[in-house]
């Protein structure tokens, strides 16, 4: 399932503004502000054009997707799994995101590699809820009824983030080769989860393509393949 998360990066940029910091830790806090502001008007702009999809809109109606879904309460009450065709949808719209991913962690991976750590942790529980969605593990109320809750707590996890990547500036940038361990580690997490959507694309629309992204560490910038 795929929702609009990256919007709440702009929660980070307000918790690494107020927080005290040194004056060059203050300079990398304005550098990272504005490359923030290009990373989530790049996301908002996918995010738009995801949403003018066929297939998106058609999901919509039962699917949460977003935050401030006004039809939540109903959605979650589904007691129903998802049909074939909604399975071959939601695959589809699996795959028209994953352009949207890899900018995502290409973007907001040259400010920190805290953000990528944190986007391929919710990328790998989107992916699980969707496999578990396409074995009819989940009812699609259930299964929004997770959503619902996981989108709530990704706020959270956030500013958490943005307060981890205060305290590293205040002190010192040796930190910055284990923030690339993790981020790695994140990603190939990731990877596990992208190769069990793989397996159930082939059984239920083995005509189509998965896309899968993968994204490799070149000195401190990221690099990401979307094929």
């Given at each position: 399932?795929?929702?609009?998360?990256v919007s709440r990066f702009w929660t980070i940029a307000s918790v690494l503004a107020v927080m005290g910091c040194?004056?060059?830790?203050?300079?990398?806090?304005?550098?990272?502000?504005?490359?923030?502001?290009?990373?989530?008007?790049?996301?908002?702009?996918?995010?738009?054009?995801?949403?003018?999809?066929?297939?998106?809109?058609?999901?919509?109606?039962?699917?949460?997707?977003?935050?401030?879904?006004?039809?939540?309460?109903?959605?979650?009450?589904?007691?129903?799994?998802?049909?074939?065709?909604?399975?071959?949808?939601?695959?589809?719209?699996?795959?028209?995101?994953?352009?949207?991913?890899?900018?995502?962690?290409?973007?907001?991976?040259?400010?920190?590699?805290?953000?990528?750590?944190?986007?391929?942790?919710?990328?790998?529980?989107?992916?699980?809820?969707?496999?578990?969605?396409?074995?009819?593990?989940?009812?699609?109320?259930?299964?929004?009824?997770?959503?619902?809750?996981?989108?709530?707590?990704?706020?959270?996890?956030?500013?958490?983030?943005?307060?981890?990547?205060?305290?590293?500036?205040?002190?010192?940038?040796?930190?910055?080769?284990?923030?690339?361990?993790r981020a790695a580690t994140a990603l190939q997490q990731w990877n596990r989860q992208q190769q069990l959507v793989?397996?159930?694309q082939k059984r239920i629309s083995p005509g189509d393509i998965t896309r899968l992204t993968t994204c490799i560490?070149?000195?401190?910038?990221?690099?990401?393949?979307?094929?």
């Open positions: 399932m795929r929702h609009s998360s040194t004056p060059q830790a203050q300079r990398e806090v304005q550098h990272i502000e504005t490359e923030l502001k290009y990373a989530t008007t790049e996301n908002a702009s996918c995010q738009a054009w995801l949403k003018q999809t066929d297939v998106y809109q058609h999901l919509n109606k039962s699917f949460i997707l977003q935050e401030n879904d006004s039809e939540a309460a109903n959605k979650v009450l589904i007691e129903r799994y998802p049909y074939d065709s909604e399975k071959a949808e939601l695959l589809r719209l699996n795959n028209l995101a994953a352009g949207c991913r890899k900018n995502n962690l290409e973007n907001f991976g040259d400010i920190h590699p805290e953000f990528v750590a944190l986007l391929a942790k919710w990328y790998a529980e989107d992916d699980a809820l969707l496999v578990a969605l396409l074995r009819d593990r989940l009812t699609i109320g259930h299964a929004n009824e997770i959503v619902s809750t996981r989108l709530a707590a990704r706020r959270s996890e956030s500013k958490a983030v943005g307060a981890t990547i205060t305290q590293q500036l205040e002190t010192s940038y040796q930190s910055g080769m284990a923030d690339r361990r793989l397996q159930q560490y070149q000195g401190d910038r990221i690099s990401c393949t979307t094929y």
